[in-house]
């Protein structure tokens, strides 16, 4: 156990494949409540909020992966809230080229039981529903098969806030891609002005498809 601590108390997260590496630092003075790495076949990335269907909670849209998965579980020192350390990890991972996939905060996620108990099966991470943010990204790398990051954090009632990190090596590069969902194209065409679609149309030298957006102008 003290060997698990010290190393994560230098790297949280070092998924390795051939030559790639993601590292991603710990939270300062936070406790590690479940840490586990194992390949999967069938890795399910949430891109939507949970929504209820036939008297059941179902994530609003979704994909299945496979590959090299290492999951750690935060509990983050106390006086720390959940947008702080989602905002710790989010910040790590924008150092590499990601793309965002999915986002979403407060009651927009859906109910926290959801994610807790349905999703990631882990009874700590059931807090209070407007105390949640949900964020799903790609990351590409040299090795062309990308990582899959999920970050969750909520704040529980006691005041103790939780994060979530997944993170995916994917097994092989998906032709089709993992599309981001329509809100948050909309999203990052409002605040950005433009969207990089990855491997579309006609491609620039980096194998993507820049969409701006234009802003109409009236005409007296």
């Known amino acids: 156990m003290k060997k698990i601590l010290f190393l994560f108390s230098v790297l949280c997260v070092a998924v390795q494949a051939q030559s790639a590496t993601l ?10 409540v479940f840490h586990s790495e ?25 994909q299945y992966l496979s590959g090299m998965l290492e999951r750690t579980t935060f509990e983050l020192p106390a006086d720390s809230s959940a947008e702080a350390g989602f905002n710790f990890f989010k910040s790590q991972l924008d150092k590499y080229n990601l793309r965002e996939l999915f ?39 040299a090795d062309d098969k990308p990582f899959y990051a ?3 954090a909520v704040m529980r ?8 990190l997944d993170v995916l090596h994917a097994n092989k590069l998906n032709e089709s891609g993992v599309a981001s969902s329509p809100e948050t194209l909309i999203k990052l065409l409002n605040t950005n002005g433009y969207f990089v679609f990855p491997d579309f149309g006609n ?13 109409r102008t009236s005409r007296p």
């Open 23 to 32: 590292n991603v630092q710990a939270y300062p003075n936070a406790r590690i």
């Open 38 to 62: 194992s390949q999967e076949d069938r890795f399910l990335l949430a891109l939507g909020p949970y929504k209820k269907a036939d008297s059941s909670w179902q994530v609003d849209r979704s």
């Open 103 to 141: 986002h979403c905060k407060a009651r927009d996620c859906g109910t926290s039981n959801s994610w807790a108990n349905n999703h990631f099966k882990i009874i700590q991470l059931y807090g209070l529903d407007q105390h949640q943010l949900y964020g799903a990204y790609e990351i590409t790398n």
């Open 150 to 152: 999920v970050l969750y």
């Open 157 to 164: 009632g006691n005041k103790r806030a939780y994060v979530q």
């Open 203 to 215: 491609k620039d030298a980096k194998g993507s498809c820049t969409c701006r957006s234009k802003k």
